[in-house]
């Protein structure tokens, strides 16, 4: 049989060109910002994870620009060999001080760093147990490992621990989670997946991509939002959110982070953080720290744009996240979905589609999310449109 069979079989994609309701792959053709011009028109973006607004920081952008005049375009290698920069090293150390930390391993993209992280660290015999809404990234560092996958139900606590007592007493397990869930909005019940990995020897995995920047003290995210900074064995970030640049790394103690370093396979055999990437995250990640009213700021545009889609009687996800800049709205179906971002898009709104999946076939999402430079001005004029969009296919009121 012809490997490429699969490639010109009929697929949804197919059907929802031919509907004219293809959502992806939309061009930028300005800087990622609250209001950007994507294939010729204004839009509102509503659907960036550039959470406090950083992308166009002066600061960010003179030190990327710095950065490429002095170390050139490229590293053209791997870190463990000739591809680490004294910026690479400075920017682990000021992280880790950062997140209090005593080591900081830096990843070329965030998916990398959980393909990195859990392969190095579950091997064969051992155990890596997921919350089932977390990250493809996270599942797929599962695959790579040699060890063996469970699952619990989304921040179920009783099931988690159901599954911990199936794993053996000779055997390794780590506890992985999203701190902030990317689809949902909702964080991670930290304090009780510390006290079961504590009673049954486990270790804790925290993937804060969503969460770094946004909760936590000064931004520090997930471990610190609950005080548990010290009772979570791994942290995971990405420097392509709330630090407006690409790449990703892993926080842990100084003994586990020279253990990756020398033994993942995706660090070990990847070219490193380019030079200008470097440093914007280095500039963004001083930027948080000298303004810590700027995960303040983003927590207020969330709680006010809830409120605002409540007045107008717009279901959204309900979580324990009033505070997460990630605001799902519920349109059910996935062509109703489809149909409905795209009538948002032509009137200047730009949103998520989130399909299954992601979703149960009949809970389909616009996933929005705000940045902190986010104007109540906006948020207005976004809801509004929104709002008389869903009433038109039924939603709401």
């Given at each position: 049989m012809d490997i490429f069979k699969k490639c010109f079989e009929p697929s949804?994609?197919?059907?929802?060109?031919?509907?004219?309701?293809y959502p992806y792959f939309h061009a930028l053709e300005s800087r990622q910002d609250t209001e950007v011009i994507m294939e010729g028109k204004r839009r509102i973006m509503l659907g960036s994870n550039n959470y406090l607004g950083l992308t166009t920081n002066p600061d960010v952008i003179e030190a990327g620009i710095k950065a490429f005049r002095e170390y050139g375009s490229g590293c053209s290698g791997s870190r463990f060999l000739n591809g680490t920069l004294e910026l690479h090293l400075e920017l682990e150390a000021e992280l880790a001080r950062f997140?209090?930390?005593?080591?900081?391993?830096?990843?070329?993209?965030?998916?990398?760093?959980?393909?990195?992280?859990?392969?190095?660290?579950?091997?064969?015999?051992?155990?890596?147990?997921?919350?089932?809404?977390?990250?493809?990234?996270?599942?797929?560092?599962?695959?790579?490992?040699?060890?063996?996958?469970?699952?619990?139900?989304?921040?179920?606590?009783?099931?988690?621990?159901?599954?911990?007592?199936?794993?053996?007493?000779?055997?390794?397990?780590?506890?992985?989670?999203d701190g902030v869930f990317s689809m949902g909005g909702d964080i991670a019940n930290l304090p009780e997946i510390c006290r079961l990995a504590k009673r049954y020897g486990a270790r804790v995995m925290v993937d804060d991509a969503h969460g770094l920047g946004v909760i936590g003290e000064g931004g520090r995210g997930t471990a610190s939002y609950y005080g548990l900074e010290d009772d979570v064995d791994v942290y995971m970030g990405t420097f392509s959110k709330s630090l407006a640049s690409l790449g990703g790394y892993m926080a842990a103690s100084a003994r586990v982070a020279d253990y990756v370093r020398h033994a993942s396979r995706p660090f070990i055999f990847s070219a490193s953080i380019t030079p200008a990437g470097c440093a914007a995250a280095l500039a963004a990640l001083r930027t948080l720290e000298a303004h810590p009213e700027l995960p303040e700021t983003l927590q207020a545009r969330a709680r006010y744009i809830r409120k605002k889609l409540r007045d107008e009687n717009i279901r959204i996800r309900e979580?324990?996240?009033?505070?997460?800049?990630?605001?799902?709205?519920?349109?059910?179906?996935?062509?109703?979905?489809?149909?409905?971002?795209?009538?948002?898009?032509?009137?200047?709104?730009?949103?998520?589609?989130?399909?299954?999946p992601a979703t149960a076939p009949t809970e389909c999402l616009l996933r929005t999310s705000l940045m902190a430079t986010h104007t109540e001005a906006l948020i207005d004029e976004a809801v509004g449109i929104i709002a008389d969009v869903l009433r038109q296919h039924g939603i709401g009121e």
């Open positions: 949804f994609v197919d059907e929802i060109r031919e509907k004219e309701i997140l209090r930390k005593e080591g900081v391993v830096t990843f070329s993209t965030g998916f990398q760093s959980n393909l990195g992280i859990i392969s190095a660290l579950v091997g064969r015999g051992d155990y890596v147990i997921m919350d089932r809404e977390n990250h493809a990234s996270l599942y797929d560092g599962c695959r790579l490992s040699l060890g063996k996958m469970l699952r619990y139900r989304h921040n179920d606590m009783e099931n988690l621990e159901q599954l911990l007592k199936t794993v053996p007493e000779n055997a390794g397990s780590l506890i992985v989670t979580s324990n996240g009033e505070i997460i800049p990630i605001i799902p709205i519920y349109t059910y179906e996935p062509v109703t979905t489809l149909t409905i971002a795209k009538e948002l898009y032509g009137r200047g709104v730009y949103v998520n589609s989130s399909l299954p």
